[in-house]
């Protein structure tokens, strides 16, 4: 019977055929087959039941196949079919099959010549056939009947380039020898998708019904009209034959005798007919399936890897079993534990790329909008010198004060110190929100029991919200306390003395920069702080206008460059005597802007006193206005109104004050920006992770109600048994391919062919037809989708050609473009 191999191949590519189908769409793969393609009554049927050996397939006039019908030959020592559809019946009567394929046929396409793409799946198994896999599909009309719409052409074409178009279908392109080749719409529909043929295989029907004196001896030779892998010519049986109810056995014994005994076919009677036919697809079959194992083994293996994880964790549980409930429910607490933890103390798997999470964003407040809050405080400087003025005369009453009064000195720095209760309470309320949402995101791995996320999501709100609260009254406990004692004996504290010889030096501003750093940690030189891209918006059209720049902020200066590859600097700006200020959006601008500018009224960058930066969002620019804090930057103090007061002693000891609140105030924000973050590291964070770790399954326990907290969701229950049947689908496929020998030998595939003429659309006869010269009368073929790139080897004559038979299509077919081939996976 031609290849041993076969026999072990093509029943296992069934059989994973079948493990795939089982497993659903998500996980189907193009397996090789081959597609019968023709135009009706051209004997694609009369084709099949010879592979057969029996009558099995409805006949009729018209359109008889209706849906595509994937028929698997297998050879075995007894003859019945199964249907997909039906399975574990078998049919022995091959009019039961018929009958079956139209009932189905009907069920989907309805009883007046409907049509459907959902194939209709028949294996047979029969001693009288070879292995073969094949798709019968709806013959190429040009005119609806009955309940056929008016584009019933293309939907036929669309339903046809959804099988051929895959690269590992074989196309048997049937025609009957009575009709002209040139213009046959099985051969151009191949043509479109198999441009080099190495995958079509034309057939010759109907050659005892040519007119006598002709025949197709050319052409079954290859040497008109040719293709690739030739043709191969076949004898079925007559409808006269069939009405007599002629054997079919009897059919391939006649067509043996036709091609022995005539003269044009004599010569190669052992390469046609059924039989040879059967022989050459089971070939071209099992060489086309043996090459596309390898990939088929790939891409199964890779859909096993990412199934792997998932099935063995649904297999762990078991939705009856109550210890299997109760150890799931364990390792579920034990895993959110884990998430948690990781997510605020940082892990090297699964980084996130893209965002900022968890313990990252945390880091951020702590060090970024914290020391940004505080800065803002300190800041108005009209506000405070004001109040120191009032303490001081408020104080001294009707009498003129000849010293600075110490007592103004604790009022204002109290009041300092109760301002820093609402930007503290404002950062625990910050890490509140992230701890929180750090929360929703480990527990949304619990949405496959809804009641227990609901459960678990309670218990840890409530629990964190009970940590906030002991850490507000912890910090506003801390205030109390900077509040219950101004220690003016700090090591870091200027006193009266420095402040008032400070007093005498070359201006104010000088001295308060000096007395403000003085409490300030050593800053090493050269130190990174921010790097990103930043938008210089206010340079003039006439010099470029705004441009982006690469922006490097280190202890020392503001640098930028061309681009992140920091080869080409642009300019480098100093930050001494640097300020930073707000600066309003623009018109019809989305960035967000801010500005440096230099206190001694000097240019900072070409001619520019004040240099605009803009960048993409606010959280951007609260990061760039923190870093800038970090490196001594600081905002901008509004000039104070010089006409409030005229009295020069009293702005002395109000500069005095002004120093010496400004030199206490620094030893206040440096102890808060360092106790902060450990106070909520401390009660809150910590607290929060000890408690998911240790004390929320007991919670969970104490509900009572585990057996219900373990209740999955109906769409978690059916992903749940998806995956479970896909992965084992998937390893039944390997399994068998695992058992697949592939010990077949090969036939070489034939060299190309000069297969133009496939493209040839004139309405005239072709100069080597089959028919040999004689006139035949069918409607123009409408034009057929095209292939890209594929389809780039056409000559412009042919395309001129199939935009000129557009105009002529029937006028019952609505104008509209041919369907695109689609895309092969």
């Known amino acids: ?338 998430d948690f933890e990781k997510l605020i103390e940082g892990s090297g798997d699964k980084v996130d790329m893209v965002n900022l999470s968890g313990g990252a964003r945390i880091n951020k407040i702590f060090h970024e909008r914290f020391p940004s809050e505080l800065v803002m405080i300190e800041s108005d400087e009209t506000k405070l010198r004001q109040e120191i003025n009032y303490a001081i005369r408020n104080i001294h009453g009707v009498r003129t004060g000849l010293f600075t009064p110490d007592m103004a000195f604790e009022a204002i720095v109290k009041k300092q110190i109760s301002n820093l209760k609402a930007p503290c309470i404002k950062f625990i309320d910050m890490v509140n929100q992230e701890l929180i949402t750090t929360v929703y995101q480990c527990i949304g791995k619990l949405s496959a029991f809804p009641q227990l996320r609901e459960e678990t999501e309670r218990i840890v709100i409530t629990e964190i919200r009970e940590q906030e609260n002991k850490c507000r009254e912890q910090v506003l406990l801390l205030i109390d306390i900077q ?56 340079i003039g059209i006439m010099r470029g206008g705004a441009k982006e720049f690469w922006f490097i902020l280190s202890t020392e200066s503001l640098s930028w460059y061309k ?22 959006k623009g018109f019809m601008s989305s960035k967000f802007v801010f500005a440096i500018y230099n206190t001694e009224l000097r240019n900072v960058y070409k001619g520019y006193r004040c240099l605009e930066l803009a960048c993409n969002s606010q959280e951007e620019l609260d990061s760039w206005k923190a870093s800038l804090l970090r490196a001594g930057v600081y905002p901008e103090k509004i000039a104070v109104n010089e006409q409030e007061s005229t009295d020069p002693q009293l702005e002395r000891q109000v500069e005095t004050i002004r120093n010496l609140v400004d030199s206490y105030m620094s030893i206040i924000y440096k102890t808060m920006r360092d106790l902060m973050p450990k106070t909520i590291m401390h009660l809150m964070i910590n607290n929060v992770k000890e408690f998911i770790s240790s004390e929320l399954l007991a919670q969970l326990y104490a509900l009572g109600e585990c057996s219900a907290l373990m209740d999955e969701a109906p769409e978690q229950r059916q992903r749940r048994e998806e995956v479970l049947r896909k992965h084992s689908a998937l390893k039944e496929a390997l399994t068998v391919i695992g058992e697949i020998s592939t010990s077949t030998f090969t036939t070489p595939l034939p060299p190309p062919v000069d297969s133009s003429w496939i493209q040839h659309l004139s309405s005239g006869q072709p100069k080597n037809s089959v028919t040999a010269g004689r006139p035949v009368i069918r409607a123009h073929a409408p034009p057929a989708p095209r292939t890209s790139p594929a389809g780039s080897n056409s000559s412009s004559r042919g395309l001129q050609q199939l935009a000129a038979q557009r105009h002529r299509v029937t006028a019952c077919v609505p104008r509209r473009q041919p369907p695109a081939i689609p895309g092969v996976k």
């Open 563 to 584: 681009d992140e590859e920091e080869k080409e600097k642009k300019y480098m700006l100093p930050l001494e005597n640097l300020k930073l200020k707000d600066v309003g």
């Open 1 to 338: 019977m031609g290849n041993r191999g076969m026999e072990e191949l093509i029943p296992a590519v069934n059989r994973l055929h079948e493990a795939l189908s089982s497993a659903g769409q998500s996980c189907c793969l193009h397996l090789p087959q081959i597609a019968v393609v023709g135009e009706q009554s051209a004997g694609k049927s009369s084709v099949l039941e010879n592979f057969v050996g029996r009558d099995f397939l409805p006949r009729g006039s018209g359109i008889v196949t209706r849906r595509p019908l994937i028929l698997q030959l297998l050879n075995s020592d007894k003859e019945y079919g199964e249907f997909f559809h039906c399975k574990g019946k078998k049919f022995t009567d091959f009019d039961e099959i018929r009958q079956e394929i139209e009932t189905e046929t009907i069920r989907l396409t309805g009883s007046n010549k409907g049509i459907s793409p959902v194939p209709i799946t028949l294996k047979i198994y029969s001693p009288h056939v070879l292995n073969l896999t094949l798709v019968d599909l709806p013959g190429i009309t040009k005119m609806p009947v009955g309940d056929q719409p008016a584009d019933i052409e293309y939907q036929i074409r669309d339903m046809i380039m959804q099988y051929i178009c895959k690269e590992n279908c074989l196309i048997l392109a049937v025609t009957p020898a009575n009709t002209d080749l040139a213009n046959s719409d099985a051969l151009k529909l191949a043509k479109d998708v198999d441009p080099q043929g190495q995958r079509t295989i034309g057939v010759i029907t109907k050659l005892d019904l040519m007119d006598k004196g002709t025949d197709a001896k050319e052409i079954l030779e290859n040497r008109l009209l040719p293709l690739r892998r030739g043709y191969i010519g076949v004898v079925n049986r007559s409808q006269k034959d069939i009405d007599g109810k002629k054997n079919i056995m009897a059919a391939l014994t006649s067509e043996r005798n036709f091609f022995l005994s005539h003269p044009a076919y004599k010569h190669m009677a052992e390469r046609m007919g059924t039989p040879y036919l059967q022989r050459t697809l089971n070939q071209q079959l099992t060489n086309h399936i043996r090459d596309a194992l390898p990939a088929f083994r790939n891409h199964l293996h890779s859909q096993l890897l990412a199934l792997n994880k998932e099935a063995e964790e649904y297999k762990k549980f078991s939705p009856d079993d109550a210890t299997r409930r109760t150890k799931t429910l364990l390792q579920l607490v034990q895993r959110l534990a884990v």
């Open 483 to 538: 509040l219950a004692y101004i220690n003016t004996k700090h090591e870091d504290f200027i006193g009266f003395t420095n402040s008032q010889q400070g007093n005498n030096q070359s201006n104010m501003n000088s001295s308060g920069q000096n007395a403000r750093n003085q409490g300030s940690a050593f800053r090493p030189n050269r130190i990174v702080i921010h790097k990103g891209w930043l938008t210089i918006s206010n």
